[in-house]
Each structure stands twice: as C-alpha cells, then as structure tokens.
C-alpha cells in the first residue's frame, strides 16, 4: 500500500495502482452505470496528447524542468502504446465536469513518471497538479479534449458512410432499366424505375458525407489556454502559443484557438451540431431502411419489388419466414440516436455562466450515437444493400397496371378526362390502357405509344410528347 493526501486528508492505495487519491474518492461515490468513460476511448487517447504537448510547450517557455518535461513525455508515451485501461476506472456519469478524468489522467501520468525518476510511485518529483496539470484548468481541457475526440470519431463514421454510398450507387446502375411504379402516400402513382428511387438513397448518403465531413475542422479550434474561466490564469507567458504549436505537431493537425475563450466555455453547441449530423444521417438511412421493408414485403401478400438477402428465420411458429433484420436494425439505430440526441440538447441548455458541467451526458450519448452508426453501417451494407435484388416481372405489372398511368391522359385531353378513365378502368378491373380503348380515347397504336412506362420515365420524352399530343387534340 501507499499513502496519498489531498485537501479532504489522507488514503491508503494498493501500490499496483496507477491512479491516486482523487480517482480512488470518485470511485467510491459515483459509479452507477457499469459503463467507464474509457470504454469509448478517444477521449484518453486525446487528452494524453494533450498533456505531452503541455509539457513541451511549459518546458519550452521555461515553467517545467527538462528530467520532469521528459517523463511526462515518457508516460504519454507509454498510455498511448501500452494497454493501460485498467488505470482510468471511472463511471461515465460524473458530477463536476469530468474533473475526475482530468485528475484521473494526471495521476496516472505522474506517478508513471516518478517510477521513472525515482523508481517508485507517489509525487516525489512529478505531481499531478503542480507539473501534469500546469497552466491548465479541467474547465479548458475536457470541452477541447472532447471536440478532438470527435474528429477521428467523424473520420471512422465517414469511412463507412462511403461504402454505403458505394453500394446504394452500384445497385442506383444495376436498376437502371428496371421500370416500377411509383407510390405516394403508399399509394400507387406514375411509373419510375427501381434505379431512379435508388438514386435518391446514393444521393442523400452523399449529402451526408459532405456535411459530416465538414464539420472536421471546428474539431481542432479549442479552448485550451482559457484555464478556469477564460482569463488565462495560472499559465505562463507563451504557454498557450507553444501549445497549441505542439499539439499541432503532436497529432499531424492544425490546432488553432477560438475567436472568443468565453464563448468557447460558455456554449457547447458545437456538440448539439454534431449530434444533430448524425441523428439526420441516421434517420435518413432509417428511411431508406423503412422503404427496404416496404418493398421487399410479402413476398406473396406485399410489394415483393426486391428481395433482400435471407440471414435469419423470422419466426419461431410460421415455417419459411424471414423478416429483414438489417434494416430493423438500421432503424432500432436512429431511434436510440434520436434519444441521445434529446438528452445531448439538454445537457447544452443547461450549462451555466461560465462553463458546462454536463460533460457525461454530453460524451456519453454523443458517442454512443457515434458507436451506434459506426458499428451498424458495415453489417447494413455488406450483408443487405449488396445483397439487393430486384424482382423484374413484378415491377414491370405493377407499373403496366397502375391506374396513375390515367395521369398522361389527363396531361393530353384535360382533368376531367384523365378522371372519367381512371374511375372507368378502376370500376371495372382493368388497365388504363384497356379502358382507353374501350372508351374511345385512343386508338390501339396511340395507347401504346402514349401508356407506355418506358416512355413515362424519360422526362425529356414524355414532355415532348405531351406537347405534341396537346396540340394535335386542339387543332382537332
């Protein structure tokens, strides 16, 4: 065992442990989830970068000595490379802004670094606050540390948001000639190909990548150098620029400042905006999910316009059935991350004057939400998207039969005359087409030619041929 103090007295630690006095008192008082802030971990990854470009940058105005500066840098080394989660056990829900984690990375830092100098733990040469924590306040690192976690968060998400583009652009070709009809209000409508509504799903995805990669750079505009409530107190001269020049170095970035420290403390919108990126990026992929469902349904009693890939039995009674548990997932997904969503929206508007102290509710869902879509895209593509096929014969009669196609006589000869054929092929059973005829609006070849689906997907045609229909029944 070893003894410890702070300014609440004295504790006994086992020496194996890292941590110190401040980690071992939070542990007693708050671990409610089961879940430790580790458990995403790019925060400890950011923050030891973090207190290795603050010791440079303190050695290199003159506040840290060049032995104590460089067991630092040791110890960063070593939390970086090595497996040291053992030693960061806090909860994820903290009171006190996450000083704890903080804390918790300084005294793990310090003591490695005094085994260093003195070959043993304790503060002996290294102390957390006085050399680990020098012209920094957790009020400045926990919100920079958390912007930098998001950036290779983003980085990973994107990465799998492209393959989805991929796929959905793939399939966006493979469905290029397959004709469908078109439904609106889950109703039917004009016909369309099974390509064209999968444009629609490559290009929102895209969309996504844009926005989500746009939000990159505010990663790397922080708050360090603020200190405790944006005056800057408790550095040195220089300290910040060096930092910021260090940290830059450290993680291959351009690390710069914000316009403002006392808005930088005061508001975490920044969160709430990348929260918001991945609740519509999730929600969008839902809906793509969603119409997935609707289309594969059946396959005897629903759409059956695509079928997607058998993973699972559906049923634990009805032989032969399978439900499409990737897109359920897809959208159990954006449920979840619409929850986290809400919860991140009121841990921003419930910061106070100087600083945010909802730091776990913020870290927490945010990323969650990250894990959650990250985690899902790969199974969603590969093992669906890919695995699409469309159902050409029943596409093809549904678009042959939808009474929607009364929408081109209508265009020709007038509302009224579109809806005396709509209702005269709905009341007795049989196609547009055939009711056409039967009433005498077109001859056979006309009908042919004007009610054709191929016709009716290619915009520049169907206008043309519109136009000329038009004005051949006026001039009649």
Known sequence: MRTEHDCLGEMELPDSVYYGIQTARVLRNSAISGIAVIYYPYLHERLAHMK????????????????????????????????????????????????????????????????????????????????????????????????????????????????????????????????????????????????????????????????????????FRLIVGATAVGTGIGSFPGYQNAFYHHLSDVLQEDVVPCDNFFDGMQNDDFYLQVSGALKIAACGISKIAKDLRLLSSGPRAGFAEITLPALTPGSSIMPGKINPVLPELASLTAQQICGNDMAITMGFEQGELEINVWASTLYKNLFESFTLLTNMLPAFTQRCIKGITANKVTCAQYANDTLALSTMISAIFGYEEGVRVAQYASEHHISVKEAVLQLGVLNAKDADYLLDPQLIINPEAMSHAIYQWRNKNNES
């Open 52 to 219: 290795k470009a603050a010791a440079l940058a303190n050695h290199a105005v003159g506040a840290l000595e060049p032995d104590i500066k460089d067991a630092i840098i040791y110890a960063t080394d070593r939390i970086l490379t090595e497996d040291w989660r053992a030693q960061f056990p806090l909860d994820m829900y903290q009171g006190g802004g996450f000083t704890c984690v903080n804390m918790n990375m300084n005294e793990v830092i310090a003591n490695i670094a005094n085994e260093r100098l003195t070959g043993h733990k304790g503060y002996d040469r290294v102390h957390p606050n006085t050399h680990v924590n020098m012209g920094q306040s957790t009020n400045d690192m926990i919100p920079s540390v958390m912007k930098l976690a998001i950036a290779p968060a983003l980085d990973k998400l994107v990465a799998e948001i492209r393959c989805l583009y991929a796929a959905l652009h793939e399939k966006q070709t493979d469905f290029s000639d397959i004709i469908k009809v078109g439904r609106t209000c889950l109703q039917d409508a004009v016909p369309m190909t099974l390509g064209q509504e999968f444009s629609g799903y490559s290009r929102f995805v895209e969309r996504q990548i844009t926005a989500l990669t746009t939000l990159r750079q505010e990663c």
